[in-house]
Each structure stands twice: as C-alpha cells, then as structure tokens.
C-alpha cells in the first residue's frame, strides 16, 4: 500500500505570485499585437500602403477582438479563468509566430484577425482573476500590476523591432521571437493558476485574508445566473460601456499611431520608431501610481468607488495637455508632451479596469469586462478608420484636437454613472462599493 501523499507547502502571498503571472501575460500580448505598430513605418514604405490601408490592417485585429470580448467574458464567466486565459494564449501564441510568413495586405489582415480572436481574452480574464484572488483594498495595485504590461510590452516592442530589422534587415523574425514568448510562460499558468478555494499551495490564513476582504466568492454555487441581459440591466454596466466607448481609442491612437505622427513631423525612421516607446515605457508608471493612491485610499477609509472616482477626475481632464503638440516642434517637447498624456491615460486606464471588480460579484466581471470591451472594440475600430482617412487627407493636427477634449467627456460619464445603487441588489450582482 502506497504511503499517503504529503500536502504541498503553502507558497507565501501567491496571490502576489498570480498577479506576476498575469502581469508577464500581458507584457506578452502587447509584444505580440504592437510588434505591427513597431514594424509600421517598415512595412509601408515595403509594400507601399496608405495611412488608410494600415488603418484596415489594425481594425483587422479590432474587429475581431471586439467580437470576442464579449464572447471570451461570458466564456470566462462559464469555464473559469484558468482553462480560458490558458487557451487563448496557446491561441494568439501560435498565431503571432505564423505572421512572420505573412506577403502582403490581405495575409497580414487574415493573420491580424486571428490574433485579435485570440488575445481578447486578456483584460477580462486578468480582471477576473483580480476579482477571485484579490480583497477590494488590494484590487487597484493588482490591476495596477498586471495593466501596467500594456505600457511595458507595448514599449519593449519598438526595441525588440527596431534591433531585429537593424540586425537581419528584416521585420520577419521579430514576429516569430515574440509569438514564442506566450508558450513559456503557459507552462507557469497551468501549474501556479487555480481558484482561491481550491489551490493547493494556498494557506488557509491567506485564502481567510481574500475571501474576508472579496465581498463575493468563487464558490456561490447557488446564486443567480449571470446573463448579458441581467448587466444590461445596471446603470453602472452602461456607465463602463460609454466611458470605455470615449477613452479607449486614446491608447490605441499612442499605439498604433505615434510612430507614424513622429514621420509625419519630419524625423527620422530611428527617432520614430524608438520614440514611440518613451511614452509606453513611462505609461507603466501611471498604472503604479494610480493603483498604489488608490489602494491608499481605500487603506485609510475612503470607499473604493470614491477613491476610482477622484483618480478619473484628476487625470481625465488632464489629457488635454496633448494640445500643445500642434504648437511643438521639437522632439524632446513632442516626445514629453504624449508622455504625460499616455501617463494621464494609464492613471485612468486602472481605474476603469478595477472598478468593474468592485461594483460587479465576481460570477459577474468577465461578462461586464466583455461587454465593455466590445463598446471600446468598436469605438476604435471607428476611430482607426478616421484617423486613416484624416490624417492621409489633412494630416494629424484634427485627430490630434479630438484627443485633447473627449476624454473628459469620458471621466464625465465614468463619474455619473458608475456610482453604488441606493437600494440593495436582489440578484447579488451588483455590490455595495
């Protein structure tokens, strides 16, 4: 008869452990997806595209990954974190390495398309793995952490771009380095990811500290089911839906854009191409900035909507400092100015990730996350069409106005709108925040 089998040593703080996890995963699928932007200027000049024909390249991925957002939020709400996070990645992982094989416009669409199906996955199920292993005094450093991957990745991608083509003198290779990366680390995914209450590396004063401070649990097996009409239903669902609507296209005009308006400004291929990742590189520090006051509101007393709210309030309006672009002419000032505003974005950016974890029960935030990711899906894909046309016909100055002005119609809606109900929620859906 076989010796029982010792129970494995608590691994201490793994909840830390898991946001490293999903931190990594997203500094991955922003290498994955802005490995194009990076290549931008490359690729134009090779195969002779228009600003237009680019912008249908990018809203290749955007239609896809707007289809999907909802479709993985509910998926993730029904499989669970740990099979959807894992398969979407083994998913956009193989897809990011066959680009390298792509020979023009309507190959790179196909390939940009499947790689939007497969990376749709990542903000909802980070959230959602925030919601599960987080207390709500700790949820905006979590999500500090793992968004400010988007910043990371998005900047290391310009880097890792420019040394590939300055080396092979090829774009190619890039996108096969990069399309490797997601395979490694689902090896640590599926062997450190499991649900609070049933991990076995989790110590029961750990797993008593999240559960205490979650207000919802993963384990409510008999409460009402979760359906888009359901969340339609709330306010605050609509109040994330429009706000995302208004200020997502702002990173992605950072991201897929800025490259491209530093060539139109006059500088050089290298000046455009690694000055695209300044601004990326110290976005991350609006992720840790915001989540760390945030979290230290909360620390000291404040309620969490209020203290999401007072961050918006401070940094949306703020954008508007991208205005004086129009009226700079020098890199370092250019270079300076979208800094702060993709710094401002971020700062905001966290807040609108966090606060569906503390309005929404946690059997909730992957449908919410979903269907606010499809409002912002298709404001940028209308967005990404604009800028196409508008900036091949009078160049960036207009694209540039509109910037500076909506997102503070965006912290507007955010701030009216996803505010706690005054009457308890039946269904348990909704919290107390």
């Given at each position: 008869m076989s010796a029982p089998v010792a129970p494995k040593k608590p691994i201490r703080h793994l909840r830390w452990w898991i946001g490293g996890l999903l931190?990594?995963?997203?500094?991955?699928?922003?290498?994955?997806?802005?490995?194009?932007?990076?290549?931008?200027?490359?690729?134009k000049q090779e195969y002779g595209w228009s600003n237009t024909d680019y912008s249908w390249i990018v809203n290749a991925f955007q239609i896809s990954y707007t289809i999907m957002q909802?479709?993985?939020?509910?998926?993730?709400?029904?499989?669970?974190?740990?099979?959807?996070?894992?398969?979407?990645?083994?998913?956009?992982?193989?897809?990011?390495?066959?680009?390298?094989?792509?020979?023009?416009?309507?190959?790179?669409?196909?390939?940009?398309?499947?790689?939007?199906?497969?990376?749709?996955?990542?903000?909802?199920?980070?959230?959602?793995?925030?919601?599960?292993?987080?207390?709500?005094?700790?949820?905006?450093?979590?999500?500090?952490?793992?968004?400010?991957?988007?910043?990371i990745g998005g900047a290391l991608a310009p880097w890792l771009a420019y040394g590939v083509w300055a080396y092979f003198h090829s774009w190619r290779p890039a996108f096969l380095i990069t399309g490797c990366l997601g395979l490694l680390w689902?090896?640590?995914?599926?062997?450190?990811?499991?649900?609070?209450?049933?991990?076995?590396?989790?110590?029961?004063e750990e797993l008593d500290y999240i559960q205490k401070g979650r207000s919802s649990s993963t384990a409510d097996a008999d409460a009402p089911k979760v359906t888009w009409r359901k969340v339609l239903g709330y306010r605050q669902t609509w109040g994330l839906i429009l706000g995302r609507f208004l200020l997502d296209p702002f990173w992605f005009l950072i991201t897929n854009w800025y490259a491209l308006y530093l060539e139109s400004r006059g500088f050089s291929l290298k000046q455009s191409m690694l000055g695209?990742?300044?601004?990326?590189?110290?976005?991350?520090?609006?992720?840790y900035f915001a989540g760390g006051l945030s979290s230290y509101w909360v620390h000291r007393g404040w309620e969490p909507g209020k203290s999401r709210r007072t961050i918006l309030l401070i940094f949306g309006p703020s954008m508007a400092l991208i205005l004086l672009s129009s009226y700079v002419n020098s890199y370092a000032g250019l270079v300076l100015i979208f800094t702060y505003a993709t710094f401002a974005y971020t700062c905001c950016g966290t807040m609108f990730l966090t606060l569906p974890t503390d309005v929404?029960?946690?059997?909730?935030?992957?449908?919410?996350?979903?269907?606010?990711?499809?409002?912002a899906g298709i404001s940028t894909l209308i967005t990404t069409l604009i800028i196409g046309k508008v900036s091949d016909a009078y160049g960036?100055?207009?694209?540039?106005?509109?910037?500076?002005?909506?997102?503070?119609?965006?912290?507007v809606v955010f701030v009216t709108m996803v505010r706690a109900g005054k009457k308890p929620d039946p269904e348990g859906i909704l919290l107390k925040f």
């Open positions: 931190f990594f995963v997203t500094v991955i699928n922003y290498i994955d997806r802005q490995t194009l932007g990076a290549n931008s200027i490359v690729l909802s479709v993985v939020g509910r998926l993730l709400d029904v499989l669970g974190t740990r099979a959807g996070v894992g398969g979407s990645v083994a998913f956009y992982s193989l897809i990011g390495a066959l680009t390298a094989g792509a020979g023009g416009f309507y190959s790179f669409c196909t390939f940009r398309f499947l790689l939007g199906a497969g990376e749709a996955a990542n903000n909802p199920g980070g959230a959602k793995a925030v919601s599960e292993w987080f207390p709500a005094k700790e949820r905006a450093a979590a999500v500090a952490i793992f968004n400010s991957g988007c910043a689902l090896v640590a995914w599926l062997k450190l990811y499991h649900a609070p209450e049933k991990h076995p590396r989790l110590s029961p695209s990742a300044i601004p990326l590189l110290c976005a991350a520090l609006g992720n929404f029960h946690t059997r909730a935030v992957g449908t919410v996350m979903g269907l606010a990711g499809t409002s960036f100055g207009p694209v540039i106005l509109a910037a500076a002005f909506i997102p503070a119609i965006a912290t």
